[in-house]
C-alpha cells in the first residue's frame, strides 16, 4: 500500500476523476456530472487531501482543513 498527501493543487485530472469515482460509490451515486463537480469543490476548499492506494487503485482518500472552526 502506498499513503499519498498532497495539496489540492498537486493533484492531477486523473486523480479528481479517481476520488469522484470513489466518492461517488459511497454515496451511491456513481459516476455523475454533478458527483465530479461538487468533489472538485470539496478538493479544492481542502488544505490536503490524504489518499491510499492498493496495487496502484485508490482504495480511500480524505481531506481535512486546517481550522475546526470559522
Not at 472538485?40 to 487531501?49: A, E
Request: charged residues 20%; hydrophobic residues 40%.
Amino acid at each position: 500500500m502506498e499513503y499519498v498527501q498532497k495539496n489540492s493543487n498537486q493533484l492531477s485530472d486523473k486523480e479528481h476523476v479517481a476520488i469522484a469515482h470513489l466518492a461517488g460509490r459511497g454515496f451511491g451515486q456513481g459516476d455523475t456530472p454533478a458527483m465530479l463537480k461538487d468533489t472538485i469543490s470539496h478538493i479544492y476548499s481542502s488544505d490536503f487531501i490524504a489518499t491510499l492506494y492498493d496495487s496502484n487503485q485508490l482504495i480511500a482518500f480524505s481531506m481535512a482543513r486546517r481550522h475546526l472552526w470559522r
